[in-house]
């Protein structure tokens, strides 16, 4: 058959895959990223031409025709290597052609398989188990497609174990390098737990628990041996082989996985510890943060969380907890002397009161008690320096009459002795301190008029003199007085 | 009641702690080994347990055994519309946890782990989006400086010989019931 222009040969078109791989390897990093199977045709033709666009500069035109014509969907049709869908102008690739690319790239190393796809193998299983009860009844021909059924089934089985295997070990691989190159500060970690915990979550935790189940008496192992049971018994050894060798390298396999799951599961605890105490807090965080923002309405009299019940009422701890003794002092205080000090706080206030309570008695009879104290106490006191004024002036009325002018004193007087005489002369109740106490008054007077040369005073430092008062006698030194010549 | 067994100088000691209002946990920090040892007061009061619940009944109180840690409550206040503590200490945790893991973009086991710890520095050279600092208004914790001391004075932080916090046994607990809290409400 001769090929459209517009076509090139499956070898041909397999080769330019080969070596210009972008467009595919766009499709699929697509498909991993939005997480379907089917891509715009748009998205596709944009991106063989930015490949073509690229080639142009480095390659000759047969070579940019080649390309265009090798990712030409008609041509990718013709190969079964993509399925255009023109209802809604999407490409979808072909299982071949998809694990083709993605074995080529390093970065989109095969994607696990679901532990439904196993599940959906076992259920197969038991179906061709059923059916190969009947085997003996069937045509030559339902034999034939039986048989080819049970092939492509066994190979497709192996093919998948296989498959998923590589796939865990080669994220789980990648997964744990880059935890280790990465970095706690940039936050580059809980990305990867993320990534460790969907890896583990999604395919590895299920496929580990579907393997360990193999095992079980209706598991996918015993029901394996069945049908290599009924191989031997059609006499198809090399299908029973086949089978025998697949149930002998399971038990490797599942060591092998056994292994992977126990290295990814350390990741995945850590992770998903990390990722549990990273959500919850989210969620505890923006539960509070919408408390805060309700009680902005300005309603609540005293607008702080401790007054705010939604809050107290969400979590368990520390209700009427003790608060810091320094503040309250609930043990240490004493409230007597609290009492007391009250107490004598306001008897201050009452006495220093002008308003008088008519009402409490005895806060009035304190008062007036107080008052009539302070009366007695303050007439005594009026009427001694009443007394005490009288004293001072008859003092100083008798110096200023008897030692105003210090005039003919040509023989050296002594002012003390003098004082004393004049004091005790004249005042009726005399006491001994008043001729000190008139002494140190005219002192001034004499220093200056000594100051002016008109007198001369002299200290008897070495003399003692003494008068007699009452029966006793004191003893003074004399200050002697004389006129200056 | 006997006092035979008691560890006067732990008692008193246990007593002013306590009566402070700080946390008794089952671990305290020790500079010299860099790593949790037992706390001799926790020891001491788990050993006595029924001595101490006594004593602090009889002075109006509750001794509180949370298991990994101890507080005391006065009873004086049960049924208080006012939670001043709670508040407080929820708030503190919620908001600095929320900061270390999300602002900082950390591990949790950095908060949990000797060699890792919260910075206060650190603390400091954030600019707190304006929520963050809205609780802290209103759970009346001046900065989140702040909202990490009086974690660490009450003892749900324990402060590192690197200058670090990191939580206590308390704190922990916390955590989890926090965890448990929200990650039920999920489900």
Sequence with gaps: ???????????????????????????????????????????????????????????????????????????????????HDESNETITLTKFIEMF?????????????????????VSTLRQIIEESDDYLSKSTHEKVVFREFLQEFLSEVKQDFETNKRAISQHTDNLSKLLKASSEQQGTQRLIYTKIVELCERYVEPFFQFISQTEDKDGF?????????????????????EIGKFILNFASYTK????????????????????????????????????????????????NLDNNPDFIAIYSQFDDAKIDNDKYGHVSFRYSELTEHFVNIEKDLLFFSKSKSKDDHSSLEIDLERLALDKEAAQELLSRNKNSKKLILAISKLIREHFSTFNCLNEPIDIIGKIHTVLAEHIKKYRPFFTLYAYTNIRKKLLVLEKEGKLMVRVGYDHRRSFEHDGIKYSYRPIFIQESK | MTIKNIKLNLSATIYEELTKGRIINRNVYSTKLHTLIDNPLFLELRENLEDYVNQYLMSGHELMDQGEYFYLVYKKHENNSKQLIKTKIYSAIIVLVRCVTHLQSRLFDSLKNVNYGVDISELNDITLPEEYQLILEKAQ????????????????????????YILSSSGLALIDEIKLKHSNASS
């Design chain 1, 221 to 241: 192992i015993p029901t394996m041996v069945l049908l290599r049971e009924f191989f031997a018994k059609q006499n198809m050894i090399d299908e029973e082989a």
């Design chain 1, 256 to 303: 092998d996985i056994h292994h992977v799951y126990n290295r990814i599961n350390d990741y995945r605890r850590k992770g998903q510890q990390d990722l549990l105490v990273f959500n919850s807090f989210e969620k505890a965080f923006n539960q509070l943060s919408d408390i805060v923002m309700d009680m902005q309405d300005g309603l609540l009299v005293r607008n």
């Design chain 1, 1 to 83: 058959m001769r090929l459209d222009s517009t076509l090139i040969n499956y070898k041909t078109t397999i080769k330019y895959i080969v070596d210009y791989d972008e467009p595919f390897v766009s499709i699929i990093e697509y498909m991993d990223k939005h997480s379907v199977n089917r891509v715009p045709v748009v998205h596709f033709e944009r991106t063989v031409k930015q490949l073509t666009d690229k080639i142009k500069v480095i390659k000759d035109r047969q070579s940019v025709d080649a390309i265009s014509k090798a990712y030409s969907i008609r041509n990718l049709k013709q190969h079964n290597f993509a399925i």
């Design chain 2, 141 to 164: 914790h001046p900065s989140l400086v702040k909202a990490v001391e009086y974690l660490s004075e009450k003892n749900l932080l324990l402060k590192t010989n690197r200058n670090k």
């Design chain 1, 101 to 121: 690319v993605r074995n080529m790239s390093e970065k989109m190393r095969v994607k696990p398989i679901t532990d439904k796809r196993f599940k959906a193998h």
